[in-house]
Antibody, heavy 113, light 106 residues
Framework: EVQLVESGGGLVQPGASLKLSCVAS????????MSWVRQTPGKTMEWIGD????????NYAPSLKNRFTISRDNAKSTLYLQMSNVRSEDTATYYC??????WGQGASVTVSS | DIQMTQSPASLSASLGETVTIECRAS??????LAWYQQKPGKSPQLLIY???SLHTGVPSRFSGSGSGTQYSLKINSLQSEDVASYFC????????FGGGTKLELK
C-alpha cells in the first residue's frame, strides 16, 4: 500500500523557518517525481513545486521559489520542504504527493505571533 | 500561469440526481486535466485524469469530458457518499487548481 506521511508542521512565528518531511512507503521512492501542494484554510489549493526522482531538478511556483526549497533523500525515502521567512499567508495544510494518485494526510502549518 | 475557473462554487442536489461541475482553463490545456474528490479532514483523492480517464477503483457513475479550455465532471445517480468537495487541476503546464465545488445533499 502506498503511504505518504508528512511531519514537522505546527505553530511558527512570522519570519521563521520550518522544514517539513514526508516519509514514503509501499513503492520505490527513487522512481518517482514528488510534489508539494498546500491548501489554505479557505480551501484554495496551490502547487508549490516538484523534484525529479534523482533530486537533480526542481520546479517551483514562481511566487514561492525564493523562500521554499524542495529536496529528497532517496536512501531514506523522504521528501523535504524547507520554508524560510514564513508569512501569515503560508498558513495552510501541506501535502506531499506522488504524482496525482497518492497524497499524504497533510501537515498543518500555522504562521502567527 | 494557467488559471482554472471552476463552477459552481457550491451545489445542492438530491440522491439519485445527476450533477455536473465545470472547469474552464485560461488557455488550451490539451486534456491535461484531473478531477479530485475531497471529504472533510481528508486529502484529495484522484477521480479522473487526462480529462476523461477513470482512476482505478473509482465508481463508473463518475465521468469526465471536455477538450481545449472547457471540461466537466459528471456524477450520475448521486449517492450519499458523494457529498464532498471537488477540484479540477490542470497539469499541462505545472499544476494549477480550480477553486473547488462543495457538493451537498438537498
Amino acid at each position: 500500500e502506498v503511504q505518504l506521511v508528512e511531519s514537522g508542521g505546527g505553530l511558527v512565528q512570522p519570519g521563521a523557518s520550518l522544514k517539513l518531511s514526508c516519509v514514503a512507503s509501499g513503492f520505490t521512492f527513487s522512481d518517482y517525481w514528488m510534489s508539494w501542494v498546500r491548501q489554505t484554510p479557505g480551501k484554495t489549493m496551490e502547487w508549490i513545486g516538484d523534484i525529479k526522482y534523482d533530486g537533480s531538478y526542481t520546479n517551483y511556483a514562481p511566487s514561492l521559489k525564493n523562500r521554499f526549497t524542495i529536496s529528497r533523500d532517496n536512501a531514506k525515502s523522504t521528501l523535504y520542504l524547507q520554508m524560510s521567512n514564513v508569512r501569515s499567508e503560508d498558513t495552510a495544510t501541506y501535502y506531499c504527493t506522488r504524482g496525482m494518485d497518492a497524497w499524504g494526510q497533510g501537515a498543518s502549518v500555522t504562521v502567527s505571533s | 500561469d494557467i488559471q482554472m475557473t471552476q463552477s459552481p462554487a457550491s451545489l445542492s442536489a438530491s440522491l439519485g440526481e445527476t450533477v455536473t461541475i465545470e472547469c474552464r482553463a485560461s488557455e488550451d490545456i490539451y486534456n491535461g486535466l484531473a478531477w479530485y474528490q475531497q471529504k472533510p479532514g481528508k486529502s484529495p483523492q484522484l477521480l479522473i485524469y487526462n480529462a476523461n480517464s477513470l482512476h482505478t477503483g473509482v465508481p463508473s457513475r463518475f465521468s469526465g469530458s471536455g477538450s481545449g479550455t472547457q471540461y466537466s465532471l459528471k456524477i450520475n445517480s448521486l449517492q450519499s457518499e458523494d457529498v464532498a468537495s471537488y477540484f479540477c487541476q490542470q497539469y499541462y503546464d505545472y499544476w494549477t487548481f480550480g477553486g473547488g465545488t462543495k457538493l451537498e445533499l438537498k
